[in-house]
């Protein structure tokens, strides 16, 4: 089996596992998307309609904007891995709920443990908080955080607004935009602490 093929595994037997409330109301998983062998993951907050009708995570006019900033970077999709907290469609695209995140957790941390990336990009505070408990988006945007979770094999986090509510949003579009291309500089030091 390939490393593709081995996480696509992992995820249809988290999906049979997963006891999340809405996959009743969903029409799909979201499955994470990207190379299995990524040197970093982005973590969203849940598929939208687009993805829900599709199955794959960011596709839709947040999906546009990443990929543009992706590109200013000199990177594309397939150089990553991207996945969200919760791997199902929440109805009218509410913000999903403690306990949905917490259902999901064990399929997220699965992908994690798989890929093994040397940092972990959280795109908005519902996946920030959840690893960092207690960090505020607004203070903690564009910093790198370097912290041991038990069982999660990364200790280097990055946080960043969620692409979604910077795109009409002047100011904090430019703000994502400026935190995004720490990334290469981010992806190196991380790098170096390894060797
Ligand atoms: N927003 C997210 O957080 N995830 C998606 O997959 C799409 C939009």
């Known amino acids: ?21 809405l996959k009743k109301t969903a029409l799909q998983p979201v499955f994470g998307d990207g190379n299995p062998d990524a040197k970093i993951v982005f973590i969203g907050e849940a598929p939208g309609k687009k993805e829900d009708e599709e199955g794959r995570p960011f596709i839709g006019a ?25 791997k199902y469609r929440p109805p009218d695209n509410r913000d999903p709920e403690e306990h949905e995140k917490h259902e999901c957790a064990p399929w997220l941390h699965a992908e994690l443990n798989f890929i093994k990336p040397d940092v972990i990009v959280f795109l908005g505070r519902h996946s920030m908080t959840h690893f960092l ?7 903690a945007h564009g910093k790198l955080v ?5 069982n999660i094999a990364t200790e280097y986090f990055f946080p960043l607004y969620h692409p979604a509510a910077a795109l009409y949003n002047g100011g904090m579009r430019e703000t994502l935009m400026g935190d995004f291309k720490k990334i290469p500089k981010v992806l190196e030091k991380v790098k170096e602490t390894k060797k």
């Open 133 to 139: 408990p207690g960090l505020v988006i607004s203070e």
């Open 146 to 150: 370097h912290r041991k979770i038990p």
């Open 62 to 86: 947040a999906g546009k904007f990443l990929a543009e900033m992706l590109a200013e970077i000199g990177m594309k999709r397939e150089d990553i891995y991207i996945t969200n907290i919760v």
């Open 1 to 21: 089996m390939t490393r593709a093929e081995e996480l696509n595994q992992i995820q249809r037997e988290q999906n049979e596992a997963c006891e999340c409330a």
